[in-house]
């Protein structure tokens, strides 16, 4: 029996470090089983061949920060049949969001000769400020472990296993003692995603919040937590203005802090 | 053994301000079977003995605290370990005058972590020749296990395990099997932590039952040494294979006189009686919301705890589509999910997560395992990253006068 068609997947890339798209080719041992089962039909970082839409899934890299990406992501939108985010940059707008909080212009003055080549928008927003987004993967970057279940979800149809809890989680699982009581280090352990496998912590740093806000996070309370501890105001604004800055629960919590 | 009367527990419960405990929390304190009087020497030659067949877990020290790990030999406890613990704080030192004496307190790692896996795979399924082929996967510990070094609160709290893990209705397989033919070895407290407030829940400073040994550590000038009690005849024959000196006539008193010097010295103290009921009539009470704005459902105190057992499964799939596994792993109540049913999750605010756990430790415990689910260790105050104090919080809440309102049985859950 011949068998079926395999799925289309295309990789696109805006603004980003590349860093998300190369946890696929990471894979090594199972990108053989990837494309055993997808067709690749655009992966710029795999292969210059760039084949015609449609995607079945498209996975997004990166923030929109120009008016040229802006109008370049509906076109990928409608040639895409699922279209999942991967990464800070995608979901939230990345480290380059920080861009978000002053004026851009002084920025682009102060780091080009000619600033006047510079078409670039004032914020940089996650994709799904643009167009309707199916999935997101968090991180930065993005767990490999995380982006095989969402490659196997999709090839067979399931609800793909993802936390919607903190780190601290994965943090107590692995039996990592905390940094956080036993050290007094700040971490975002207990208002961050976790999917990272709790890294950090288990490296004796604390959390810092790669994989962005989790579910109703209480933000406030672990600031003021900080605060009694006497860590200065300038230090909870940066803690929370880092690779998810303008993440919803982030950012208004490092604007409670920054006055 | 008839010992004189002071030091019968339910005495010094009165020189604590009468915080009398609830009925049949102090259960009367077991009778030795055996007794000698150890030297450090011999606690080598009892590590080896329980080595040769059992798989031996203490408390070790690793990355600045004292967690429960494998040793092969009595010189990887973490001996001389003194931990300051308080809300939020946890300070490991290692001074001098304590060297050669139990680490202090219970454990960063509670023993549940042996006992009940943070993961386990509890099947796996491989498609052959178009059919679904079930894989055997745990099949329990190779060895048995031996915990050396449990402090009374987490005596009790493999006690609390048992009731729902292995002696209830629907036994959990993969504890069942780590906890057969167990061998504790417990050591009664005389110096109780910050936040130890286990004569409040009645499980220590003194060690109650489930113990194969119990030492306890004798004060005095001189090499440390201890009073070892067997309780149990696996116990004895250990006391009997170690050879070590009979205990003198006045060591069980001494042994005794020491740990309820600890009794006075608790952290922390809860007024237990009636507090089931003095919980549930208050379930709007205010403090619930003023916890909850405090509180950040990273769900540390349930991991921490020695007796929560909340789970979760997860399907995996290969990308292939022909193995597919169950992983088991440990779950809070105090994550959005965990209340997920069919259109939401039911417990979304904090105040109900919260409240939820709480008042299950303490009020709703007692009616389906008998007993409170709190024993009083306080790793829920030192490991929550706000300091959230769960004698406080009960204390709020249950001693306010009883009011007229919704209790639990008829209150909106979220
Ligand atoms: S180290 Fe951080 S992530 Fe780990 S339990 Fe502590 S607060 Fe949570
Ligand atoms: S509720 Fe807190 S004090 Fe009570 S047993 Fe659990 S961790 Fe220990
Ligand atoms: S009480 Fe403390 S440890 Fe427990 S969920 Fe709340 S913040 Fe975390």
Redesign the pocket.
Known sequence: MARPQKPRLAVWKFASCDGCQLSLLDCEDELLAVADRLEIANFLEASRAVGRGPYDLSLVEGSITTPHDAERIHAIRRASKVLVTIGACATSGGIQALRNFVNVRDYVSAVYPTPQYISTLNKSTPIADHVFVDFELRGCPISKTQLLELVTAFLHKQKPAMPTYGV?VECKRRGVVCVAVAEGLPCLG?VTQAGCGAICPAFGRGCYGCFGPKPLPNTA?LAAHWSEAGRRRGDIVRAFRTYNAAAEAFRRESEAHDT | MARPEIFFPAVSWIRLGGLMPGPGAIAPRPAALAAALLAQADLERLIQLLARDHRVIAPVVRDGAVVCDEIRTAGEIAFGAVTEQAPARYRMTMPGDHAARWPTGPPATPWKRVLHPSELTIWRAVRRDGRLVFEPIDSGPPRRLALVGVRPCDLAAIGRLDAPLRDGPWPDAAYAARRRGMFVLAVQCTEPCGTCFCASMGTGPDAGPGADLVLTELDGAGPARSLLEARTTAGAAMVVALGAAEAPEDAADEAHLAVDRARARMGRALDTSQLPARLLAHFEHPRWET?AK?????????F?CPTCFCTTVEDRLDLAGETAARLRRWD?C?SVDFSYMHGGSVRLS?RS??RQ?LTHKLATWHEQFGTSGCVGCGR?IT??????DITLEAAAVADTAPRTGPTRRTGAHP
Not at chain 2, 383 to 388: A, H, K, M, S, T
Request: proline share 11%; aromatic share 14%.
């Open positions: 601290c207990p309370a | 916890v405090k509180c950040l459902t990273c769900g540390n105190c349930t921490a809070t105090f904090p997560r919260y756990w829920c490991w929550c990253p706000v300091g959230i």
